[in-house]
C-alpha cells in the first residue's frame, strides 16, 4: 500500500496493521531488478519486491518515482520528517508478541519501531491511528482498543506508566472531539458562519451544505428537517461520514453561499451581534423562501432540470447538483436507463462519492420517495415514556424509570404531554422522520410491552403500554402514519419496521416490513416477500457492514447506516432467518420448506447410502457426527456435506438432530401421546386419524415429517439389499422421532404404520411412487457407487444456467436417464435459440463455488446432476480453451506434461501454504515429487481416478491466478501454474488422458 507518506506491506489483504512500512522521505533510491522485481532503496536496507508480472512491476514503479519526485524537498539528513511534532517516545513492551518496541507517539498516531536506529532510519512496523481508540490502564498495563485489534504495552514505572497515559488519553481526547472540526475547517471559508460570520462554526446544515454558529444553528432546527438538518461536528459522530466530509471540503461555505446568497443586498446581510429576532427573519428568507438563492437558467422546466441533474451527478461538480435540487429537480427521476434508474444509480456507477452522499440526504427527505404518503391517521392515549436517547436502548429499563405521558398522533405528527390536560407539549415528532419502529420482545423492560421509535436525526425514543390491546393499536396507528399503503398490516402484528438504505431501491432507499419469518419491502414500486428461512445466503461485508441476503430468484444489498436503527435490523434479520436451537418451524429451511440440515442429510444418504447395510443401525464415528451437527446448528447455510464423507456419520446427524431438536418433529410431548394413542385404534381407523393429526401440525413439521417417510419407505424398498426391513427402520426411528429413551413399543409401532400407509395417510399417488422406485433401482444398476440416487421419476426436470451475457437465468431442463452432456447443450442452446458461431465451442461445466469442472461431451448429465452439492449447479457457455486445447494436442505423439507448480494440500477444513512441487502427468499416473526429477515420489494418483477443476478458492491468497483444483478420494489438492498457457498446457494433457482422443 503507497499513501503518499509510507509503502506499507501486510501478511495479506485482510490485514488492518502492516507488517513493515518505509517511510518515503528516506528512499533513497527505487530500481528495476530483473523481469518482475524492483529494489527500494534506504540509509540502513535495501527492499526487495516482486510483482506478479512485469506490468504491475512497471506500474509500481511509475507511481514511486512520481511521489518521490514531489517529495524531495520535505526531507532531511537522518530520514525523520520535518513536519509534526513528537508528544512523547521511548521503548515500551509489547505483550504479544513479546518484545520491546521503540514507540513514538506524533500527529494522533502510534508508531511502532524495532529500535531507535529503525526510527531514525524511517523503517517502522506499523501505526495506530487514535482517532478511533479508546485507552485503559490495568495495572502494569496500558491497553489501547482500536476496532480491529487491543495493544497491550507493560510500563513497569509508575512514573513513566503516567507519563504515557496522560499523552494518550490527551490525544484520544483531542482525536475523538476535534478531528472532524480539524478537517471540515482544513477549507478557510468554513472557518466562519455562512450566515452570520461568525468564527469556527460546530454545526452544519447537511441537505444545504453550510457550516454554521450555534445561535444560527438554532433558528436552523426551528424551520425543521424538512427545510435544514443540523447536525454539530463533535457530538453527532455518527453522521460525519467519510464522504459527507468530503462534500464540505467540495462544497464548503464560500460555493455554498454562491447559490442560496448570490442576489443577498449588503444592507440585508447578517452579522455575529445580531439579535435572535433578525437571525430568524434573515435564515427564514435566506432558506426557506429562497428569496436570495440563484436562479437556474433551467427553472420550471423539470423534463431539463431533472437530465440535467443526471448529467451533473456523474460529475464531480457538487455545486451544480445542489442548484439543480433547490431549483426543482426531482432526486427520483428516472434515468430512462434500465441498469441506473436513478440518479443515484448513475453517481454510484461513475464512482462519484461524495455526489452519492449528497444525493441520499435529500432522499431522506419525508416527501423525496414515490412510495411516501401524507399521514392522515389519528390516534390518543396515554403511554410510558424514558427520555429519548443516541443509542438503541438495550439495558433494562425498570418500571420506576418512566413516566405516564399524554401522547397524541394526528396529522402526521406524535405529540406527547405531560397530562391529559395539558395545553403545552413536552415534545413532538414528525412520522416523516421516524426511520424505524422497533416491538420489543415481553419482559425486555419493566413495562411488559414496549416499542421504539428511531429518527432520521439519530434519536431513539422509548414507549411502553399495560396491555396488549393498547400496544397494537398505537404500532398500527404508527405504521399507518408511516407505511405505504401496500405494505400496511390492519392486525397491527410488526416485529420491526421502516426505511433502509439499498443498492436496489428507488433512488437508494427501500421500505420494509418484518412479521416473523416474513420480510415484504417496496423496491422500485414493486412489493416483495421474503421468507428469511428459506435465504440461500446472509453475508455481512467486513470492514464495510453492508448485509447482502440472497435468495432463489433475487437478492437484497442493504447499505451500511451508522444511526442507530441498523444494527437492530441485522440482528433482527440474522436471527429470523433462522437458528439451530430453535424448533423446526424456526430452522434454516431448504427450498422445499424443510429443515436444511434434513434435507442436505436425506440428499446426501439417499445418494450414497441408499444400498449401505445397516443404514441408520450402524453407528458414526461420535467425534465427526458432533462436528457436523455443531456445523448445522452454527450455520446450516453453509455446510455442504463432501460426497465423499462417510454416510454413516451422516445418518447418525440426521437421527441426533431430530432427538435433540427443540419440542421435535410431533412438536411437544402433548402432541407426541396423542399420536402414541392412535397405535391403539382399529387398522381401518388408522389412516383418518393420522390425516388429522398430520392437518394440524405446523406446516414445517408436516412437510419435514412427510420428506423423512418418503426416505424411510424408498430405504425399506431395497432392504433386500441394506437390509432395513420396515420393523428395523421403526425401531430406530420411534424413539428418535419421539425423543423417548426406547420404553415405549409404541414409537416403533407409529413409524411402521406412518412407512407401511404412507401413501394413503400422505395423499400420494402409488403410480408415482412406482415409478419414483423404478428410476432409483434403475440408476443404481447403471451408475457406479451409486453417484446419482435420488428419489425422482424416470426422467427429471433439471436446472440448468446460462452464462451471464446470453440471460443469466436458470433453464429447466426436462432430462431423461440416458441424455448426454452434447444433446443437453444442444438442448438448451435450442431455448435460447442461440446458433454458435464458427469456431465456436459451446460446453457444459459443472460450477461449485469459485471452481468449474469440464464435462465430457459422451458424459451423461442425470448422474451428474444428482451429484452435485446444494452450492453447485450446471451451467452452459463458451468455452474459451477449447481451440487453445485442440491446437496443443494436435499432432503429439505421446501426451504427457512435467514442470514445476505451486501446490497446496487441505487437510480436513484447513489449507497449508503454497510450495513448489515438481509434478509429472504422464500415461496413467500423476506423480509428485518434493525436488527436481529423480527425487523420490512423494504422492502417486491415477489419472482416471482424479477430479480436476479450474480455479481455486480465492481466500486461499494464491501466487497467480492460474490454477486447478484437484480431488482424489477423501484428499483435495491445488496446483497453481505460472502462467495462462501454462495452465491450459496441463488442461489439455488431463483431459486427454482421461478421455483419449475423443475430446469433441
Given at each position: 500500500?503507497?499513501?503518499?507518506?509510507?509503502?506499507?506491506?501486510?501478511?495479506?489483504?485482510?490485514?488492518?496493521?502492516?507488517?513493515?512500512?518505509?517511510?518515503?522521505?528516506?528512499?533513497?533510491?527505487?530500481?528495476?531488478?530483473?523481469?518482475?522485481?524492483?529494489?527500494?532503496?534506504?540509509?540502513?536496507?535495501?527492499?526487495?519486491?516482486?510483482?506478479?508480472?512485469?506490468?504491475?512491476?512497471?506500474?509500481?514503479?511509475?507511481?514511486?518515482?512520481?511521489?518521490?519526485?514531489?517529495?524531495?524537498?520535505?526531507?532531511?539528513?537522518?530520514?525523520?520528517?520535518?513536519?509534526?511534532?513528537?508528544?512523547?517516545?521511548?521503548?515500551?513492551?509489547?505483550?504479544?508478541?513479546?518484545?520491546?518496541?521503540?514507540?513514538?507517539?506524533?500527529?494522533?498516531?502510534?508508531?511502532?519501531?524495532?529500535?531507535?536506529?529503525?526510527?531514525?532510519?524511517?523503517?517502522?512496523?506499523?501505526?495506530?491511528?487514535?482517532?478511533?481508540?479508546?485507552?485503559?490502564?490495568?495495572?502494569?498495563?496500558?491497553?489501547?482498543?482500536?476496532?480491529?485489534?487491543?495493544?497491550?504495552?507493560?510500563?513497569?514505572?509508575?512514573?513513566?506508566?503516567?507519563?504515557?497515559?496522560?499523552?494518550?488519553?490527551?490525544?484520544?481526547?483531542?482525536?475523538?472531539?476535534?478531528?472532524?472540526?480539524?478537517?471540515?475547517?482544513?477549507?478557510?471559508?468554513?472557518?466562519?458562519?455562512?450566515?452570520?460570520?461568525?468564527?469556527?462554526?460546530?454545526?452544519?446544515?447537511?441537505?444545504?451544505?453550510?457550516?454554521?454558529?450555534?445561535?444560527?444553528?438554532?433558528?436552523?432546527?426551528?424551520?425543521?428537517?424538512?427545510?435544514?438538518?443540523?447536525?454539530?461536528?463533535?457530538?453527532?459522530?455518527?453522521?460525519?461520514?467519510?464522504?459527507?466530509?468530503?462534500?464540505?471540503?467540495?462544497?464548503?461555505?464560500?460555493?455554498?453561499?454562491?447559490?442560496?446568497?448570490?442576489?443577498?443586498?449588503?444592507?440585508?446581510?447578517?452579522?455575529?451581534?445580531?439579535?435572535?429576532?433578525?437571525?430568524?427573519?434573515h435564515i427564514t428568507a435566506k432558506y426557506q423562501q429562497r428569496k436570495y438563492s440563484k436562479r437556474h437558467t433551467l427553472s420550471g422546466q423539470q423534463e431539463a432540470l431533472n437530465n440535467a441533474l443526471c448529467i451533473a451527478v456523474q460529475t464531480d461538480d457538487l455545486l451544480e447538483s445542489l442548484t439543480l435540487l433547490f431549483s426543482g429537480a426531482d432526486v427520483c427521476c428516472s434515468t430512462g436507463i434500465p441498469e441506473f434508474p436513478s440518479p443515484l444509480a448513475l453517481a454510484n456507477h461513475a464512482g462519484q462519492t461524495a455526489q452519492v452522499e449528497l444525493l441520499q440526504q435529500h432522499l431522506a427527505g419525508p416527501v423525496r420517495s414515490e412510495v411516501c404518503h401524507t399521514p392522515v391517521h389519528s390516534h390518543k392515549g396515554h403511554l410510558a415514556k424514558i427520555a429519548s436517547s443516541a443509542r438503541p436502548i438495550t439495558d433494562h429499563k425498570p418500571r420506576a424509570d418512566f413516566s405516564q405521558r399524554w401522547c397524541c398522533l394526528d396529522n402526521g405528527v406524535f405529540s406527547y404531554y405531560k397530562t391529559e390536560q395539558s395545553t403545552s407539549r413536552c415534545s413532538c415528532i414528525k412520522t416523516s422522520d421516524i426511520i424505524c419502529l422497533s416491538v420489543n420482545s415481553p419482559g425486555n423492560h419493566g413495562y411488559e410491552h414496549t416499542f421504539e421509535l428511531f429518527t432520521d436525526s439519530g434519536r431513539v425514543y422509548l414507549f411502553g403500554a399495560d396491555d396488549i390491546k393498547t400496544m397494537k393499536e398505537w404500532i398500527k396507528a404508527i405504521a399507518a402514519a408511516m407505511l405505504p399503503a401496500v405494505l400496511r398490516d390492519d392486525s397491527g402484528l410488526y416485529d420491526r419496521l421502516g426505511r433502509l438504505r439499498c443498492a436496489e431501491g428507488s433512488s437508494g432507499i427501500g421500505w420494509f416490513c418484518l412479521s416473523g419469518s416474513r420480510l415484504q419491502f417496496i423496491l422500485l414500486d414493486s412489493v416483495q416477500t421474503v421468507d428469511l428461512r428459506k435465504l440461500l445466503t446472509v453475508t455481512l461485508c467486513d470492514g464495510v457492514g453492508d448485509m447482502v441476503l440472497g435468495w432463489r430468484g433475487g437478492s437484497l444489498h442493504l447499505l451500511a447506516d451508522r444511526r442507530p436503527h441498523f444494527p437492530g435490523w441485522v440482528q433482527c434479520i440474522q436471527l429470523r432467518a433462522g437458528t439451530g436451537d430453535q424448533p423446526l418451524h424456526l430452522q434454516q429451511l431448504s427450498e422445499s420448506g424443510i429443515p436444511i440440515t434434513v434435507d442436505r442429510c436425506l440428499d446426501h444418504i439417499t445418494r450414497h447410502g441408499l444400498l449401505s447395510v445397516g443404514i441408520y443401525r450402524k453407528c458414526g464415528v461420535n467425534s465427526r457426527v458432533s462436528t457436523l451437527l455443531d456445523d448445522f446448528l452454527r450455520d446450516a447455510r453453509s455446510v455442504c456435506v463432501p460426497e465423499h464423507f462417510v454416510v454413516d456419520d451422516v445418518a447418525n446427524t440426521l437421527k441426533r438432530f431430530l432427538r435433540e431438536v427443540k419440542e421435535g418433529v410431533f412438536n411437544g410431548t402433548q402432541n407426541s401421546h396423542i399420536w402414541l394413542s392412535a397405535t391403539g385404534l382399529r387398522e381401518c381407523d388408522k389412516v383418518s386419524a393420522y390425516q388429522a393429526l398430520l392437518s394440524e401440525l405446523p406446516e414445517v413439521n408436516r412437510e419435514t415429517l412427510k420428506a423423512l417417510l418418503n426416505h424411510l419407505y424408498c430405504v425399506q424398498n431395497f432392504s433386500s439389499m441394506n437390509h432395513m426391513t420396515t420393523r428395523n427402520l421403526g425401531i430406530v426411528f420411534g424413539p428418535t422421532l419421539f425423543q423417548t429413551g426406547g420404553a415405549d413399543s409404541r414409537t416403533s409401532k407409529v413409524v411402521e404404520d406412518l412407512i407401511l400407509g404412507y401413501c394413503a395417510i400422505f395423499n400420494t399417488s402409488e403410480t408415482e411412487l412406482q415409478k419414483q422406485m423404478d428410476a432409483t433401482f434403475h440408476i443404481l444398476n447403471k451408475v457406479k457407487d451409486q453417484a446419482c440416487v435420488r428419489r425422482v421419476p424416470s426422467h427429471t426436470v433439471c436446472a440448468v444456467y446460462l452464462e451471464k451475457r446470453e440471460q443469466d437465468a436458470e433453464l429447466l431442463v426436462q432430462v431423461g436417464v440416458s441424455i448426454t452432456v452434447e444433446e443437453l447443450v444442444l438442448e438448451v442452446l435450442k431455448i435460447r435459440r442461440i446458433q454458435p458461431a464458427h469456431g465456436e465451442f459451446w460446453r457444459c461445466y459443472e460450477v461449485k463455488e469459485e471452481i468449474e469442472r469440464e464435462l465430457h461431451y459422451k458424459e451423461e448429465v442425470l448422474p451428474v446432476y444428482y451429484s452435485l452439492s446444494p452450492q453447485s449447479h450446471l451451467l452452459v457457455k463458451r468455452s474459451h480453451y477449447t481451440s487453445d486445447i485442440n491446437k496443443y494436442l494436435n499432432g503429439k505423439e505421446e501426451v504427457c506434461k512435467l514442470g514445476t507448480l505451486h501446490v497446496c494440500e487441505v487437510k480436513g477444513s484447513k489449507a497449508k501454504g503454497f510450495s513448489s512441487r515438481h509434478c509429472e502427468l504422464s500415461g496413467s499416473t500423476f506423480r509428485l515429487y518434493r525436488e527436481l526429477q529423480g527425487s523420490q515420489c512423494e504422492k502417486e494418483w491415477p489419472v482416471q481416478e482424479i477430479k480436476v477443476y479450474q480455479g481455486y478458492r480465492s481466500k486461499l491468497q494464491p501466487p497467480t491466478p492460474w490454477g486447478l483444483t484437484m480431488f482424489h478420494e477423501q484428499r483435495q489438492w491445488y496446483l497453481c501454474c505460472g502462467t495462462e498457457d501454462e495452465l491450459i498446457e496441463w488442461m489439455a494433457t488431463i483431459m486427454s488422458l482421461q478421455h483419449g482422443e475423443d475430446l469433441g
Open positions: 500500500m503507497l499513501d503518499g507518506e509510507y509503502l506499507r506491506y501486510f501478511q495479506n489483504n485482510k490485514e488492518v496493521y502492516s507488517k513493515r512500512m518505509v517511510a518515503l522521505a528516506c528512499v533513497s533510491g527505487v530500481a528495476r531488478v530483473g523481469e518482475q522485481r524492483f529494489e527500494i532503496i534506504t540509509k540502513g536496507r535495501t527492499f526487495l519486491f516482486r510483482a506478479p508480472n512485469s506490468k504491475q512491476r512497471d506500474d509500481w514503479l511509475s507511481c514511486l518515482w512520481k511521489v518521490l519526485e514531489s517529495r524531495q524537498e520535505n526531507r532531511c539528513g537522518n530520514g525523520v520528517y520535518k513536519t509534526g511534532s513528537v508528544s512523547i517516545e521511548g521503548y515500551l513492551e509489547m505483550t504479544s508478541p513479546r518484545t520491546k518496541l521503540y514507540t513514538i507517539l506524533k500527529d494522533q498516531k502510534i508508531f511502532l519501531f524495532r529500535n531507535q536506529e529503525e526510527y531514525l532510519q524511517g523503517i517502522g512496523i506499523t501505526d495506530i491511528d487514535m482517532s478511533r481508540a479508546n485507552v485503559k490502564q490495568t495495572n502494569k498495563f496500558i491497553s489501547i482498543s482500536t476496532p480491529y485489534r487491543k495493544f497491550s504495552f507493560v510500563v513497569d514505572s509508575d512514573v513513566e506508566r503516567e507519563r504515557w497515559l496522560t499523552c494518550l488519553m490527551a490525544c484520544v481526547s483531542q482525536s475523538s472531539s476535534d478531528g472532524v472540526c480539524e478537517r471540515v475547517w482544513r477549507l478557510e471559508s468554513n472557518r466562519v458562519c455562512a450566515d452570520c460570520g461568525a468564527a469556527m462554526p460546530e454545526w452544519a446544515s447537511v441537505n444545504l451544505c453550510v457550516l454554521v454558529c450555534e445561535q444560527c444553528a438554532g433558528v436552523h432546527q426551528c424551520l425543521g428537517q424538512s427545510v435544514s438538518k443540523v447536525y454539530n461536528l463533535k457530538t453527532d459522530e455518527s453522521v460525519w461520514t467519510e464522504d459527507l466530509i468530503k462534500v464540505f471540503l467540495l462544497i464548503g461555505n464560500s460555493k455554498a453561499n454562491l447559490f442560496w446568497a448570490l442576489h443577498l443586498p449588503a444592507y440585508e446581510s447578517l452579522n455575529m451581534k445580531a439579535s435572535m429576532s433578525e437571525r430568524v427573519t
